[in-house]
């Protein structure tokens, strides 16, 4: 009975620094390489393969040969993610790189991003306890960044929720059913 509550101590711990503590891994630089992450973020932003074609001095055919090199590699990067994770995907969208998983482990609703700044990150949708976390002003400046990136507007009163809150006003829009 004593090593139940134990473990019930140490999984709520656990699953408190989960949330938001996003994890260290990053693929960013094992992946795409710079030139990719930049065609990448320029198709995410809604450039044409032809406009993105012209910004790079390249023809359009090979805007598209590096679209397809871009998609391996990114689902490969959210598929390890899940993996090293042990997550469930359940959609991935490699043209906003966010790909929405389940974490059976610990029954929350996890997203998987990629972004041109912080690579790939894990988020857990998890009320953590942001405002006794040590990681609270790196996961602030890290969401700030991933919604600058992603053109989501932050109010002042919305800069100043928790992170797990700000997380939640972020990656929503990526979750089936809770937008």
């Known amino acids: 009975m004593a090593q139940e509550a134990l ?12 949330f938001l503590v996003y994890s260290e891994m990053t693929f960013s630089g094992g992946y795409l390489t710079a030139r990719e992450t ?13 406009e ?8 359009r055919q ?3 040969k590096t679209y397809q090199i871009i ?20 959609t991935v969208n490699l043209v906003d790189g966010v790909m929405e998983a389940y974490s059976p482990a610990h029954k929350i609703p996890v997203i998987v991003s990629f972004s041109k700044v912080n690579g790939v990150k894990v988020w857990y ?7 006794g976390c040590n990681q609270n002003r790196l996961c602030r400046v890290t969401l700030e960044d ?5 053109g989501v507007e932050l109010s002042d009163a919305e800069r100043l929720l ?5 997380a939640h006003r972020i990656f929503s829009r990526y979750m089936e059913g809770h937008h």
């Open 7 to 18: 473990r019930a101590v140490v999984h709520k711990y656990y699953i408190r620094q989960l």
């Open 38 to 50: 930049d065609i990448w973020d320029l198709r995410r932003r809604q450039n044409s393969q032809s």
């Open 52 to 59: 993105i074609s012209r910004l790079r001095g390249v023809s």
């Open 62 to 64: 090979a805007i598209h």
């Open 71 to 90: 998609d391996q590699k990114m689902e490969q990067a959210f598929m390890e993610a899940a993996d090293t994770n042990h997550l469930e995907a359940k």
């Open 125 to 131: 949708f998890y009320e953590g306890n942001c405002d």
């Open 146 to 150: 991933e919604a600058e990136e992603r």
């Open 162 to 166: 928790t992170p797990s809150q700000l």
